[in-house]
């Protein structure tokens, strides 16, 4: 009679003989499947089910812990090529820049739109289901040659971009922190439609990069941070929404401000439990639907009623 085998083979890999066991599942494991643990090894199916029993850390307002400002990175990423076709193609910004409503003759000549237009005159802008503008005027910047800024308009904005996004992405979360600026830049572009001349063009982050530095305010209450450098930078940009009524879009610099205090508010001051996801993403679609109504009744305002 011939003695009993006792001859041990990965559960993973038949043919490959071993002798370690995994420390949870008592299953042989080879080198290629052994897992370092706090004691001994264990197997990759057992590593994965740890994983997903781990409780995945989350900032204050319940968003998923991200070591890399990814969003921010991706956003400043978006508006340097934004640039870089603009100055390659300069009829780019004008076809996504912020504009309520304006006639363009067959020769690109743009007319004041006054309601009505004959023949060879079209309209553009929201007045022409245009509204792709309310978003994508945000990632435009003015040319070299354009403006008061020129080049400084895209730098300055970045440089604000990376120093508030990165921090807010911290303490919000990525998915937060998207929404945030988004409903941001849609804020201050709704603010250019309702309060400037509808054939007014608008291009810029601004209206984003004043939602952040909402929020960094809100942020800091929430936090209880010690509050005199965020008054002061607060303070700043209150200040330069005033001073550069007469350069640059105020009205985008406002509404985007009021979006973001509002977002950063719901986000921060909901009560922590199982519906507060639910709670931000409802606080996120309600601003979204009546910055879409204000823009819908405006639009509607400038055609009579035919959008």
Request: glycine share 12%; with cysteine; hydrophobic share 45%.
């Amino acid at each position: 009679m011939e003695p009993e085998s006792t001859l041990t083979t990965c559960y993973r890999h038949p043919e490959v003989e071993c002798h370690v066991r995994c420390v949870r599942c008592d299953r042989h494991i080879c080198p290629d499947c052994m897992r370092e643990a706090a004691v001994g090894h264990q197997c990759p199916e057992c590593v994965e089910e740890g994983a997903r029993s781990v409780r995945q850390a989350r900032t204050i307002v319940g968003g998923k812990v991200s070591g890399t400002p990814a969003v921010t990175c991706a956003l400043i990423a978006l508006n340097v090529l934004a640039y870089l076709v603009q100055l390659v193609l300069p009829e780019f910004q004008t076809r996504f820049e912020m504009v309520g409503a304006r006639l363009v003759g067959p020769d690109g000549d743009q007319y004041l739109y006054e309601g009505a237009y004959f023949g060879y005159l079209h309209p553009e802008g929201l007045v022409a289901g245009e509204w792709e503008r309310l978003i994508t005027s945000g990632f435009l910047h003015l040319l070299p040659t354009q403006g008061t800024f020129g080049l400084a308009h895209i730098v300055m904005n970045m440089l604000a971009l990376w120093h508030l996004g990165r921090i807010l992405e911290a303490q919000l979360g990525r998915v937060r922190f998207l929404a945030l600026y988004l409903l941001a830049v849609l804020g201050g572009s709704v603010a250019e439609l309702l309060l400037a001349e509808p054939s007014a063009a608008f291009v810029g982050a601004s209206g984003g990069l004043f939602g952040l530095g909402a929020a960094q305010y809100v942020m800091a209450r929430r936090l209880g941070v010690g509050m005199a450098a965020v008054n002061r930078s607060t303070a700043l940009l209150l200040v330069w929404l005033l001073v550069s009524a007469g350069l640059t879009s105020w009205q985008g610099h406002l509404g985007g401000f009021l979006a973001g205090g509002a977002v950063t508010a719901a986000y921060a001051f909901v009560p922590r439990g199982p519906r507060r996801t639910l709670l931000h993403a409802a606080a996120c679609a309600g601003l979204l639907a009546l910055l879409l109504l204000l823009t819908y009744g405006k639009a509607s305002q400038l055609t009579g009623g035919t959008v």
